[in-house]
């Protein structure tokens, strides 16, 4: 299987001496540690020898995306106020833009200010004001309601490091994406009617495709996938295991308008999530499983087994055939985005020179039961929105 990133614009030597350039001029030095061939961890320090940042990468360029990653966290953590505003709650939920949701509608329900950043679309003149503990998660959680409520739906997903402004925003929408077609998945699960259409691919083509790269994946894991997320493919890598491995079946997904690429990264993020797991991750799982046991319905996301419509021993036929430019790529998935009635927001994080950008991306109305594998209690848009239709 060949396997092309269609979504960067530079081979991955280039990319090294850019991510370089970055954290030279972040004034930090970086240390990657290769767990193994395809698993890598990157830490941040300042000149003091003081840990900041850290992430992890997958794949083939693992020790790129996991520098990468960690540029990210640190752009984030190291956010000023002066980027922020203070809004009234009543404003922030009756913008036209987020009418439709369902989170930013129900802090209506709470008096008082929420400290906010501003997004803008990505093509034309609209904005948007997003409260920031939504997109910035934080170790100290405020205690006010609306920031307790808001704090369930946290997420920094849809925060990029790009070599350009496209390949940045780019790989923020697939990502937002990922986590809101996976969040369907979940939902047809939990009889949800999302009506996503998921096909599981057959373990002999996964061995067929994998075997070189000594993934292991024959009897134990099993790979779906959806087509058509506007214009592109959506996978989830699941793998049964046993209690004492790991408490929850531990997962990968991907979202690329490349199928190759959104398969590897499922499984190569699946690959991660079992290297990578550990006491603080068993914790999350304990909080996600006793969530899970107190309905009947939501016992069916302790398994994970999305209801399919076929299984298929070949990849779909609409293999890659948006293998443009990621300024081509993200004009078509916008485009698409706007023809199902959502529209894409973004905002600098930090422009750290003129080839490293870190931007975040804010879709709304895209779905996050994913978070309850984060051991939160959230609920679907379509409950969210209930109160206000």
């Known amino acids: 299987m060949e396997i092309q990133n269609y979504e960067r614009t530079q081979l991955d030597v280039s990319r090294k001496e850019l991510l370089k350039q970055a954290i030279d001029g972040l004034g930090l030095r970086c240390v990657v540690d290769k ?4 698993v890598a961890i ?6 003091a020898g003081n840990l900041v940042s850290e992430g992890a990468g997958k ?11 960690a540029i990210e966290h640190y752009c984030l953590q190291m956010e000023g106020r002066s980027e922020t505003c203070l809004y009234p709650n009543e404003f922030i939920s009756l913008q036209e833009s987020v009418l439709k949701d369902g989170v930013i509608r129900n802090i209506s329900n709470f008096d008082g200010l929420l400290e906010c950043v501003e997004f ?3 093509y034309g003149d609209g904005k948007v004001i997003i ?3 939504l997109v910035s998660p934080e170790d100290d959680i405020q205690t006010s309601p609306d920031c307790l409520f808001l704090e369930r739906y946290s997420t920094n997903s849809g925060s990029a490091f790009g070599c350009t402004f496209e390949e940045a925003i780019l790989h923020g929408v697939n990502e937002v994406l990922e986590r809101h077609v996976l969040s369907l998945v979940m939902l047809d699960i939990v009889d949800e009617s999302s009506l996503v259409k998921v096909n599981k691919l057959s373990s002999e083509f996964l061995d067929s495709v994998f075997l070189p790269f000594d993934l292991a994946l024959s009897g134990e894991a099993r790979v779906y996938y959806v087509s058509d997320v506007f214009g592109g493919f959506f996978c989830l890598a699941v793998r049964d295991c046993q209690e004492e491995d790991f408490l929850l079946p531990q997962i990968g997904s991907g979202c690329s308008q490349s199928f190759t690429l959104a398969l590897t990264r499922a499984v190569f993020e699946l690959r991660q999530a079992e290297a990578l797991y550990g006491y ?4 999350v799982d304990e909080q996600a499983a006793r969530i899970m046991s ?4 939501l016992e069916g996301l302790r398994s994970l087994y999305p209801r399919c419509t076929c299984s298929s021993d070949e990849m779909p036929s609409l ?17 698409r985005l706007n023809a199902n009635g959502y529209e894409v927001y973004y905002r600098v994080v930090r422009k750290i020179n003129s080839s490293s950008i870190v931007t975040q991306v804010y879709i709304p109305g895209m779905e996050r039961l994913n978070l309850i594998r984060s051991g939160k209690w959230v609920a679907p848009q379509k409950a969210l929105l209930k109160p206000f239709f």
């Not at 767990?35 to 395809?38: F, G, I, K, L, N």
């Not at 990157?42 to 000149?47: F, H, I, K, T, V």
């Not at 107190?294 to 319905?297: F, I, T, V």
């Open 120 to 122: 803008k679309a990505v």
């Open 319 to 335: 293999i890659d055939v948006n293998s443009q430019q990621p300024v081509r790529q993200l004009e078509e998935i916008i485009r």
């Open 280 to 283: 603080e991750e068993r914790l």
């Open 131 to 133: 409260p920031k503990i």
């Open 42 to 47: 990157s830490a941040l320090y300042d000149p």
């Open 35 to 38: 767990v193994d061939a395809y």
């Open 294 to 297: 107190k309905s009947k319905r």
């Open 59 to 69: 794949g083939f360029g693992c020790d790129i995306g996991a520098t990468a990653e």
